[in-house]
């Protein structure tokens, strides 16, 4: 199922084609390499770990963040093998994968990292809701700076991750139903 930009996808990439500067490039080459998905997910591990070590806790809820990640990832793999959407032209100093464009892996990871925050530090929700967005909306902006993908490549990804992220708190409220049952 190849599917194509529609005239909106074309009219913002041109846009950000002809506005960029120097500058810009390189600060989304920067921030790009350094919210690659699997150092972040590295990092969420680490910091998942450590999460596990203070609260001296291992119960299966604790995993969960880890679990959307995963998932998260496997669902904007599956996506891109099911449309086949092609990348838009490039054209840039920076290397991008031939592979398909739709979601983008990149905003799904970071929104979908935020989401493991909002269930970890529920305590300051309000902050780390406004830390989420701020990162995901550099990352989309990064995306379509670098010309690696089209505007509703970033609207896929974050519904995507919205339907994730609810999935998992139901599931995350069904194991602390059982829990407390037991």
Request: hydrophobic share 50%.
């Amino acid at each position: 199922m190849k599917g194509g930009p529609a005239t909106f996808d074309s009219t913002v990439a041109d846009w950000f084609k002809s506005h960029r500067t120097p500058g810009e490039i390189q600060w989304a080459q920067v921030f790009s390499a350094i919210t690659t998905p699997a150092l972040v997910f590295v990092v969420v591990c680490v910091a998942l770990l450590f999460w596990q070590y203070w609260t001296d806790s291992w119960l299966s809820i604790d995993f969960i963040p880890l679990g959307l990640m995963v998932s998260s990832a496997g669902v904007a793999t599956l996506a891109k093998l099911f449309f086949d959407r092609s990348r838009p032209g490039v054209g840039l100093a920076t290397q991008i994968d031939l592979d398909p464009s739709y979601p983008s892996s990149h905003v799904a990871f970071i929104a979908i990292t935020g989401g493991c925050l909002l269930l970890l530090y529920s305590g300051r929700r309000a902050l780390t809701l406004l830390f989420v967005m701020l990162v995901t909306v550099l990352m989309a902006v990064d995306r379509l700076l670098l010309g690696a993908h089209w505007f509703t490549d970033l609207l896929g990804s974050i519904f995507m991750v919205i339907g994730l992220f609810y999935l998992s708190k139901f599931v995350e409220e069904s194991l602390e139903e059982r829990e407390r049952m037991m």
